[in-house]
Structures are given as structure tokens and as C-alpha cells.
DNA sequence: TCCCAGGGAGGAT
DNA sequence: ATCCTCCATGGG
């Protein structure tokens, strides 16, 4: 008796009729984006779960070894299989991974600027949205002051403790995001001590609680013209301007917003000020007026192109890769 | 041992 | 407005 067989695996794919432009799987899932925690990695496919149709289904995506394609590569593991279901999980990919963002036309568009020394690095590279707005907000919140490594370790610890164990048939485990509800009323000490969080276990539990009180709807900021949500949400503890960026950009999917935390401020003063001293506020204004709809992108490529180097940077490094 | 990590709050200047 | 210092914790 074994019940494996009930779960039967389906090939679908996403091709270029899709998808606008390169997409670099591996690179995006790693960016540290704060959209959620990064998808587990199981011998080259990286996989997670979502709720679609009603029940929870798990997914592979995956490409092949040339990384830039115009192709994902998806499995999904279901009991049964429709035609309905295979247009959620492609319409819920394309939305995720932002497949109708036209990559080709940012790199056209940019091809002249400073921003271009980043694209031999980062091609491929996409911005991701959040398919829970809580989830991403905790994990913006999480980010500050901690590496990337360490704030997907507390989100991780986060779900594992508060949220929902899901088992699928072939006995991989995933661990839903906690509820609003489920955080407002978890222990401080819990969220320190079991998910590591430290300091900012108070930030998430009170963050949790106005959300679940209703004091701020997510959702609706959704609406809101971008200084209002930002305004709106630096109204919660532990949100300052570069976690509020972070939730309007991974979260709300505005890709008008530039968060600036301190590597961005370093390869900006760099690349573009000579090294001048300028502030936080200046830097996310500069990288707003200049690259406006794209600016989210332009941070992202910025930051994933500036973590590949080891500071201080020589700029001859710099145009060394980019041959 | 010291320094840093996708910062923010509170206070002093 | 700009400049301190403190905040927990893990990793180099």
C-alpha cells in the first residue's frame, strides 16, 4: 500500500509566447528579494506549494543549463489534471515572476546608460511579487539589518512554528505563512528565541496586530498613489523608508519604488556621484527620477550586480566582467 | 575579538 | 534636517 502513486507528476511549460524577455531562474529566486522566502533548491528544480483550485498543489520550475532562455520548465504534482488547472498555475507563474514585464525593452531602453554595466551580470535577472502580502511584509521587516541568508532563516523558523504544515503524498513538507491573527497573538519571546528574530520580534508581532485590528489593509494600499502607501505603512513599527519600499516594491509591485539600503547606497554614490557624499533620501529621489516605471529594476539589478563583488569594489574590476 | 548584515527608533545637535 | 547610539543574532 502505498498512496505515492495517487500524486501523478504533468509537464507544462511556459514558453516565449509568454514570456517578454530572458529569465534567469536561478538568479532571480537568489536575489533575496523580500516577496517571500527563497523556494528550496531539490537537485536543480526548485519547487514550492500554493493554494490553486482550492487545495494546495506543489510545483517544480526549473530550465535548462543555458539559464537565459525564454523558457520555464514546470511539474506539477496533482491527484487530477484540467486544463483549468494548468491555466491557474501558468497565470499564477506569469504573475509571480512578472513574465509580462518586457525585459528586452528595459535593456534597450537603458543600453546607453550607466545602468547597462550590470546587464552582461544580472540578464535574465526579474523582479518577483509576492502572492501573500503579509508574508512579504514580515520578511521586509525581517531583512532590515540582517543578511539574506539570516532573514530567510527567520521566515523559514517563522512558518515552521506559526503556520500550517501542508505533507504531500510523496513526503516532501511545506509550511504555510501564519496568518495576521496567528502573529498578533504569538509570544514575543517565541518569535525571538524559536524564530530567531531578535530585536525584531516586537516590530512583527506589533505590525502583525495592526494588521489583523484592521488599522492598515494591504490590500487597499494597492489604490493608494505611492507616497500615501508608503506614508501610510511607515506609520508601523519597525517600517522605515527602505522596508516600506521594499513591501510597495515586492509586495504591491510597484515598480516606481527604489529601496535604499547600504549597498545601494554605495554602488550609487559610486557609480553615479564620484564618490560624493550624498544621503539615503537622495539616492532613492535619483534613482526615481531617472529610471521612474523601471527604478524597482534598476535597484535590483544595482544590488545583485554589486553583491557579486567584494567591497571595497575598483571600478577596474567592473569593466573587466563586463567583457 | 571585532566587524558586518537589503535599518529603524529615539534622542541630541 | 543631519548625526549619534542602541537594538539581537549569526557568520566571516
Given at each position: 500500500?502505498?498512496n505515492?502513486?495517487?500524486?501523478?507528476?504533468?509537464?507544462?511549460?511556459?514558453t516565449?509566447?509568454?514570456i517578454?524577455?530572458?529569465i534567469?531562474?536561478k538568479?532571480?529566486?537568489?536575489?533575496?528579494?523580500?516577496?517571500e522566502?527563497a523556494?528550496?533548491?531539490?537537485?536543480?528544480?526548485y519547487?514550492?506549494a500554493?493554494?490553486?483550485?482550492?487545495?494546495?498543489i506543489k510545483?517544480?520550475?526549473?530550465?535548462?543549463?543555458?539559464?537565459n532562455e525564454?523558457?520555464?520548465?514546470?511539474?506539477?504534482?496533482?491527484?487530477?489534471?484540467?486544463?483549468?488547472?494548468?491555466?491557474?498555475?501558468?497565470?499564477?507563474?506569469?504573475q509571480?515572476?512578472?513574465?509580462?514585464?518586457?525585459?528586452?525593452?528595459?535593456?534597450?531602453?537603458f543600453k546607453f546608460?550607466?545602468?547597462?554595466?550590470?546587464?552582461?551580470?544580472?540578464?535574465g535577472?526579474?523582479?518577483?511579487?509576492?502572492?501573500?502580502?503579509?508574508?512579504?511584509l514580515?520578511c521586509?521587516?525581517c531583512?532590515?539589518?540582517?543578511?539574506?541568508?539570516?532573514?530567510?532563516?527567520?521566515?523559514?523558523?517563522?512558518?515552521?512554528?506559526?503556520?500550517?504544515?501542508?505533507?504531500?503524498?510523496?513526503?516532501?513538507v511545506?509550511?504555510?505563512?501564519?496568518?495576521?491573527?496567528?502573529l498578533?497573538?504569538?509570544?514575543?519571546?517565541k518569535?525571538?528565541?524559536?524564530c530567531?528574530?531578535?530585536?525584531r520580534?516586537n516590530?512583527?508581532?506589533?505590525a502583525?496586530?495592526?494588521?489583523?485590528k484592521?488599522?492598515?489593509d494591504?490590500?487597499?494600499?494597492?489604490?493608494?498613489?505611492?507616497?500615501d502607501a508608503?506614508?501610510?505603512?511607515?506609520?508601523?513599527?519597525?517600517?522605515g523608508?527602505?522596508?516600506?519600499n521594499?513591501f510597495?516594491l515586492?509586495?504591491?509591485?510597484?515598480?516606481e519604488a527604489?529601496?535604499v539600503?547600504?549597498?545601494i547606497h554605495?554602488?550609487?554614490?559610486?557609480?553615479?556621484?564620484n564618490d560624493?557624499k550624498?544621503?539615503?533620501?537622495?539616492?532613492?529621489?535619483?534613482?526615481?527620477?531617472r529610471?521612474?516605471e523601471?527604478?524597482g529594476y534598476?535597484?535590483?539589478?544595482?544590488?545583485?550586480f554589486?553583491?557579486?563583488f567584494?567591497?571595497?569594489?575598483?571600478?577596474?574590476?567592473?569593466?573587466i566582467k563586463q567583457q
Open positions: 500500500m502505498n505515492y502513486s495517487k500524486l501523478m507528476k504533468h509537464k507544462i511549460e511556459l516565449s509566447e509568454e517578454l524577455g530572458p534567469n531562474l538568479r532571480t529566486i537568489q536575489s533575496g528579494q523580500t516577496s522566502s523556494w528550496k533548491n531539490a537537485n536543480g528544480k519547487w514550492d500554493e493554494l490553486i483550485t482550492d487545495e494546495y510545483y517544480e520550475v526549473f530550465q535548462s543549463s543555458k539559464s525564454k523558457r520555464l520548465k514546470i511539474i506539477v504534482y496533482s491527484k487530477e489534471f484540467s486544463d483549468e488547472l494548468v491555466k491557474s498555475i501558468k497565470s499564477y507563474l506569469i509571480i515572476f512578472r513574465l509580462h514585464d518586457n525585459l528586452d525593452l528595459f535593456y534597450e531602453k546608460d550607466e545602468l547597462s554595466k550590470t546587464f552582461n551580470t544580472c540578464k535577472l526579474r523582479l518577483m511579487k509576492a502572492s501573500n502580502l503579509f508574508e512579504s514580515i521586509s521587516i531583512s532590515q539589518h540582517a543578511s539574506v541568508k539570516q532573514w530567510n532563516s527567520m521566515v523559514e523558523l517563522i512558518k515552521i512554528n506559526f503556520g500550517e504544515k501542508i505533507k504531500f503524498e510523496d513526503g516532501s511545506f509550511y504555510t505563512f501564519p496568518t495576521p491573527e496567528a498578533a497573538k504569538a509570544s514575543i519571546d518569535l525571538k528565541y524559536l530567531l528574530t531578535g530585536y520580534a516590530y512583527i508581532q506589533k502583525a496586530e495592526k494588521v489583523f484592521g488599522f492598515i494591504l490590500n487597499e494600499l494597492k489604490k493608494f498613489k505611492f507616497e508608503k506614508e501610510k505603512l511607515m506609520e508601523l513599527p519597525g517600517i523608508p527602505k522596508v516600506a521594499c510597495l515586492y509586495g504591491l509591485g510597484m515598480t527604489a529601496p539600503d547600504i549597498w554605495r554602488i550609487v554614490s559610486k557609480l553615479y556621484f560624493r550624498i544621503s539615503k533620501n537622495e539616492v532613492e529621489e535619483f534613482l526615481r527620477s529610471y521612474k523601471w527604478a534598476a535597484q535590483l539589478y544595482l544590488y545583485d554589486i553583491r557579486s567584494k567591497w571595497p569594489i575598483n571600478l577596474e574590476s567592473i569593466y
